[in-house]
């Protein structure tokens, strides 16, 4: 049995994702300090909340430099809508550093733009043919769930997996690079299709 990892560091609703899991027929733990990371092949990085609030919970834990050798040594990890967002560089949002596991930044959506602030509710993934493990399942059009106030800008159009539009705005919905893949949206709550994109990320992986 390979086991996925959901990581604890108190910023996330980790129920839900465990549940989700376990409604694709994945095993989760919940991980609560690196020590537990040696009884996982897959990681999960939930996360809702502040991008500085965040980094400040991953330090304290000390899970910030067993998550870059994990990246390193080729592990899966995913990393969902705040939890994506402290892949990057740095955030507009406050003045820690981010993991730096992916080159870009996070930068904050301008109202002038969209309709509302934060961005919340169901919104359409245009997918990108030439990066995504969510090409071949054919996921374009399908509706997902979002709640945010900042959008990821990777330093590489290449990383970008999908995107969505939001008023005038185009914003990257999902990114994958090697092992790591990152979603904006909430899976775990984006109903069947939520789950299928899930499924997806640990097939990929040989998680199942």
Known sequence: MRYIGI????????HSVYK?????????????????????????LPGVGSFDLAMQ????LNFVQPLKEWMI????????CLGLQVLFEKSEEGKQKGLNILQGEVI?????????????GWNKLKINQNNSFLYSSNFTDKWVYFVHSYHVRPKMVDLESSFIHYGKLKIVSSIH???????????????????AILKQFLIQYNCL
């Open 108 to 120: 904050k959506i301008h109202s002038q733009s969209v309709p509302n602030i934060p961005h919340m």
């Open 177 to 195: 690079y090697k092992n790591v893949v990152g979603m904006q949206f909430h899976p775990e709550k984006s109903g069947k299709t939520g789950l």
């Open 20 to 44: 989700a899991v376990e409604k694709v027929e994945g095993k989760a733990i919940i991980i609560s300090c690196p020590e537990d990371l040696v009884k996982v092949s897959a990681l999960i």
């Open 7 to 14: 990581i604890d560091y108190h910023m996330g609703n980790l």
């Open 57 to 60: 919970k991953l330090h304290q």
């Open 73 to 80: 040594e080729g592990l899966p990890l995913l990393g969902i």
